[in-house]
């Protein structure tokens, strides 16, 4: 019931991420980082099937659950990735400050000015 409806949310968020990560502020490519976390985290725990009062303990002599109940595993696993997520927006966040300081701005366009001239240029595609 809930899966189709978290399935267009991650899609969304997918979708957002995308837009901010497409973008030439730090900032706003900070967020999509952020917001692409979270999509995965999404994704992850959809697929962790969702269902409600049903929590997943196998009864004594039994072998398994007496319910489809949902999946912890990928519950743990975002547990995880939410803590490592919020690490590494900590860092992303002191570095975009750092470089504010800096130069100035928080336009990876400006930024690019601020390389010396003597040193060749960065490759721009792949």
């Not at 196998?58 to 319910?67: K, R, Y």
């Not at 750092?98 to 060749?120: F, I, K």
């Amino acid at each position: 019931m809930m899966e189709p409806a978290l399935a267009a949310v991650v899609v969304v968020y997918f979708l957002g991420s995308i837009f901010l990560l497409t973008s030439t502020n730090l900032i706003r490519i900070l967020l999509g980082v952020a917001l692409l976390g979270n999509a995965a985290n999404l994704t992850i725990f959809t697929a962790g099937r969702l269902t409600r009062e049903v929590p997943p303990v196998i009864p004594e002599g039994a072998m398994q659950p007496l319910a489809q109940t949902a999946n912890p595993l990928p519950q743990a696993l975002i547990l995880t990735a939410i803590v490592i997520a919020f690490a590494l927006f900590a860092f992303i966040l002191v570095l975009v400050y750092r470089s504010y300081q800096e130069l100035g701005s928080e336009n990876v366009d400006r930024m690019r000015e601020a390389e010396p001239l003597e040193y060749p240029r960065p490759p721009e595609g792949y």
